[in-house]
Nanobody
């Protein structure tokens, strides 16, 4: 069964760190585009970070709001994608989702391009 399972969310104070994990099973991990999105109630889901594997390594991209603070990485042996989040701010509070897709030209920011999603994990940052 193909699925994505996130973990690692929680509550931290501003300035703290969390590491989210996304374990992929089935054929999902063969999808070459993995991404993290986040969503707060009443707002659209927004892309946070993506990692694209084209056989020669992984290329990453980040939303401007998290550049320099968040790092996306993957462990192929564990079929897991990570999101290391440092210097967290209250505005990072959201439900975080892992997503996967098989794409040719790289990872887009649009959620509609991703057919596979995890159930989400909550991140709460207090001031």
């Amino acid at each position: 069964q193909e699925q994505l399972v996130e973990s690692g969310g929680g509550s931290v104070e501003a300035g703290g760190s969390l590491r989210l994990s996304c374990a992929a099973s089935g054929y999902i991990y063969r999808r070459n585009c993995m991404a993290w999105f986040r969503q707060v109630p009443g707002k659209e889901r927004e892309g946070v970070a993506t990692i694209y594997s084209n056989g020669g390594g992984g290329s990453t991209q980040y939303a401007d709001s998290v550049k320099g603070r968040f790092t996306i990485s993957q462990d192929n042996a564990k079929n897991t994608v990570y999101l290391q989040m440092n210097s967290l701010k209250p505005e990072d509070t959201a439900q975080y989702y892992c997503a996967a897709a098989a794409l040719v030209t790289g990872c887009p920011w649009s959620p509609v391009a991703f057919p596979y999603w995890g159930q989400g994990t909550q991140v709460t940052v207090s001031s």
